[in-house]
């Protein structure tokens, strides 16, 4: 094998995560390479075209948004570590958002004093302990405390006797970023309340692209390499070590350090059967899949009296967090209307986008004729519910594209379609191989930021600090 074959470190996906620790590392001057099976990059938050329009998928908002230099904060980290301007990601930020269940809405926004006020007035009874709730949930997180894993309803119920506000608070977190049913991880919950209601929701100018290419840009920059169309056919191993990977074209690249965003299930399978026999059980497959319907309209949402960027909606008696029987579950979801952000412009063609659970393996029995009737029909069934939220685009549509888990799982890999992946994180990054670890969604920080970040605190941990 010639040195040319030699790499500091092979990075599986070019996600959010793979990115970004591509960026780190070749930054350090080390050999990298990001790998990524399909022609186009991004992963679970990428773009297509279709009818002449590019589409987002995955974004609906970027988390964690602060304003430039916030000490601390998340995106501040990022920025500095990826050597970013907070300028350059074009940011515009969310002017309100909402939590709607039938008879009562949360409204919030990046200032965390609205939600504040806004339960203060809907749930006076309740004022104290959510204040007690907010001020505990500003420490940090402790993923090594006791009750870390612990699910967020049991300790929820200590602040809130309400049941109803205890589920319109999980309604958005768990959209956001649980894969565990009917629950949150308590660790997980106070880093989404932070994500979404302290720090709160912003949107590249211009949709995802042109932050994915800001960071190509930057892996390019530091030397780093991005092959697209280029699969991992097989990790390779010797003695219980990462030695390199076989790729589909029947080429090995070898290294010492592969860090696979693939999920720790799908990185299991790349190591051979016995690995998937000895380190996957059914607590590491993620259930909770999604559909989602795109509707461009010929005006914007705000001139059909809409101004919410998104809004998190529950019709059901009780918020319900699992995969449904069903193809999907209309009785819960997400409408996010892009051009409801600062800068966006009021005129022209709108988007909305709506997103509910749905049942990977019900999608995938369908043969193709049946499965394109199934889109219509669930496309109709999730609108007769989400429209009482927000508004009914049907009669303003001009296109419409609908995609459900079987698609998730053919573009990003994901088994079931579990775009939040394992309910089982590995925080540390570690799998049972040395020199193989993961980053991203199993490794346990979600979103944008949280994907950016993972990607950046793996490579710290694993190929920068001082052994």
């Known amino acids: ?127 104290d302990g959510f204040a007690r709730l907010a001020g505990d949930l500003s420490l940090p997180a402790d993923a090594a405390s006791p009750r870390a894993f612990e699910g967020a309803r049991t300790v929820l119920r200590e602040y809130l006797s309400d049941p109803l506000l205890v589920d319109m608070l999980l ?100 190591c051979g059967p016995t690995a998937v026999a000895d380190h996957v059980d059914e607590g590491d497959l993620g259930r909770l899949a999604f559909t989602e319907s795109i509707h461009v309209l010929d005006r914007k949402p705000v001139e059909l009296g809409h101004d919410a960027a998104v809004t998190f909606f529950n019709h059901a008696e009780r918020f319900r967090w699992r995969c449904p029987q069903e193809l999907i579950d209309p009785t819960s979801g997400v409408i996010c209307c892009p051009d409801n952000y600062v800068g966006e412009s009021e005129t022209g063609e709108g988007l909305l986008r709506l997103t509910t659970l749905a049942n990977h393996d019900r999608w995938a029995a369908l043969g193709p004729q049946a499965y394109s009737r199934a889109k219509g029909e669930c496309t109709e069934r999730a609108l007769d519910v989400a429209h009482r939220f927000a508004f009914d685009p049907r009669p303003h549509e001009v296109y419409r594209d609908t995609f459900s888990p079987t698609t998730v799982r053919r573009y990003t890999g994901r088994r079931g379609g579990a775009v939040y992946g394992s309910p089982r994180k590995r925080l540390d990054g570690r799998t049972p191989f040395d020199g193989l670890n993961l980053i991203g969604t199993d490794q346990g920080l979600l979103g944008i930021v949280g994907a950016l970040l993972s990607g950046i605190t793996i490579a710290n941990r694993h190929a920068l600090s001082p052994a």
């Open 1 to 127: 094998m010639s040195t040319q074959d030699k790499h500091d470190a092979v990075i599986i996906g070019a996600g959010m995560s793979g990115l970004a620790a591509g960026i780190r590392l070749a930054g350090f001057g080390q050999r990298v390479v990001v790998l990524e099976r399909h022609t186009l990059w991004g992963g679970l938050n990428s773009f297509y075209k279709r009818a002449g329009r590019r589409f987002d998928v995955g974004l609906h908002a970027l988390t964690n948004f602060v304003g430039p230099r916030t000490p601390g904060a998340p995106l501040t980290r990022v920025l500095r570590a990826l050597r970013l301007r907070h300028a350059d990601l074009g940011l515009r930020p969310q002017r309100v958002s909402r939590i709607r269940f039938p008879g009562v809405a949360l409204s919030f926004c990046n200032d965390f004093g609205l939600l504040q006020q806004e339960v203060d007035e809907r749930f006076p009874d309740q004022r």
């Open 171 to 270: 309604l958005p977190i768990c959209f956001y970023g649980s894969a565990r049913e009917d629950d949150v991880d308590w660790y997980q919950f106070n880093i989404l309340f932070q994500s979404l209601f302290v720090e709160g929701f912003a949107r590249p100018a211009g949709g995802i692209k042109p932050l994915l290419d800001l960071l190509l840009e930057r892996l390019d920059a530091t030397g780093g390499e991005l092959r697209l169309g280029c699969g991992v056919e097989r990790v390779l191993l010797d003695a219980g070590r990462v030695r390199g990977v076989l790729l589909e074209d029947g080429s090995v690249l070898s290294t010492d350090l592969v860090l696979s965003s693939a999920g720790h299930p799908e990185t299991m399978e790349l």
